[in-house]
């Protein structure tokens, strides 16, 4: 069965520096990988999406994600932190198949300081 | 956006209860997929389905039941409401061909 690990449940940091969230994940082939983003009060929002090809995948809001297979990891980045990037981040893998259910972690709650 | 809505937004409702709670979408999409999200717990697949009247059971499905008698509406229901299924849920859908989902704004449920 595949799982997910964010081990960081909250993390702080300044407006304007750099970012990197945690994800390991427990699968037995090569899985799919997503971040998703929830403000509060809202839905979920697709940041990325890991399929195959180039480990290291962009998305949206200046946001970056690296594959690295040895690890088990799929680490989501951001070079300069905005105020508007305090949220809840949900790190997910899928097995690979159209339709196929997601598993997520357990989410990191991320606080920006003015 | 992903064109799906849910109804009600918020409930609240006494133990004992039935409820449903609706997901409709305006996409057409195959897969359905009902969440509960819970704090430390992430979010937790409760019931999906990958067409109308095909529907199967999710990690934490006990107390629930799904229909989905349209494409567009995927029913969720709680026979008899417990306070263990306070809870913010959530829809989310995918197309044949893709692998990501997409969500609704959510639901939020108080059982009393």
């Known amino acids: 069965a595949q799982s997910v690990t964010q081990p960081d449940i909250h993390i702080t940091v300044s407006e304007g520096a750099s970012l990197e969230l945690r994800c390991n994940y427990s699968y037995g082939a090569t899985p799919y990988l997503f971040w998703y983003v929830q403000s509060p009060g809202q839905g979920l929002q697709l940041l990325l999406k890991?399929?195959?090809?180039?480990?290291l995948v962009q998305g949206i809001k200046g946001f970056e994600a690296e594959f690295k297979r040895s690890q088990s990891s799929f680490n989501l980045r951001k070079p300069s932190v905005h105020w508007s990037d305090a949220a809840e981040y949900f790190c997910a893998v899928g097995a690979g198949s159209s339709g196929d259910k997601l598993t997520f972690g357990t989410g990191t709650r991320l606080a920006v300081r003015p | 956006d992903a064109g799906i809505t849910q109804s009600p937004r918020h409930k609240v409702t006494e133990t004992g209860t039935p409820v449903t709670l609706r997901c409709h979408q305006t996409?057409?999409?195959?897969?359905m997929y009902w969440y509960r999200q819970d704090p430390g717990h992430g979010l937790r697949l409760i019931h999906y389905?990958?067409?109308?009247?095909?529907?199967d059971k999710g990690e934490v499905s006990d107390g629930y039941s799904v229909s989905r008698s349209k494409t567009e509406d995927f029913l969720l229901t709680l026979e008899s409401a417990t306070s263990s299924q306070t809870s913010v849920y959530f829809c989310a859908i995918n197309s044949k061909g893709a692998y990501e989902q997409y969500f609704g704004p959510g639901t939020r449920l108080t059982v009393t």
């Open positions: 389905s990958y067409g109308v009247k095909d529907t």
């Open positions: 890991y399929f195959s090809g180039d480990t």
């Open positions: 996409e057409n999409h195959r897969y």
